[in-house]
């Protein structure tokens, strides 16, 4: 079995950085697509950013410049490097694997506010 576990997320003031962790545990197969996505309260889950185990990454346009992701495959863990923040950034981020299955972590809540 698979156990995804994020960590970093909290309260942000506008134009501050976060840094998001997420930490894959158990049978994971390569190649993968490790990712973010986000879901705000009224709103559908949307990608943030992917990044496959050959380091190629893709990102939804409204983060582009100012998000980063990487991941470290010894250890099998994805970062996610949130940098210029914005009000609208809030929601809850999960992590993402897509290997033999597709799994979820279980969300950490990002909030952007003064």
């Known amino acids: 079995q698979v156990q995804l576990v994020e960590s970093g997320g909290g309260l942000v003031q506008p134009g501050g950085s976060l840094r998001l962790s997420c930490a894959a545990s158990?049978?994971?197969?390569?190649?993968?697509?490790m990712g973010w996505y986000r879901q705000a309260p009224g709103n559908q889950r949307e990608l943030v950013a992917r990044?496959?185990?050959?380091?190629?990454?893709d990102y939804a346009d409204s983060v582009k410049g100012r998000f980063t992701i990487s991941r470290d495959n010894a250890k099998n863990t994805v970062y996610l490097q949130m940098n210029s923040l914005k009000p609208e950034d809030t929601a809850v981020y999960y992590c993402?694997?897509?290997?033999?299955?597709?799994?979820w972590g279980q969300g950490t809540q990002v909030t952007v506010s003064s």
């Open positions: 993402h694997l897509l290997s033999a299955r597709s799994y």
């Open positions: 158990g049978s994971i197969f390569s190649p993968n697509v």
């Open positions: 990044i496959t185990s050959g380091g190629t990454t």
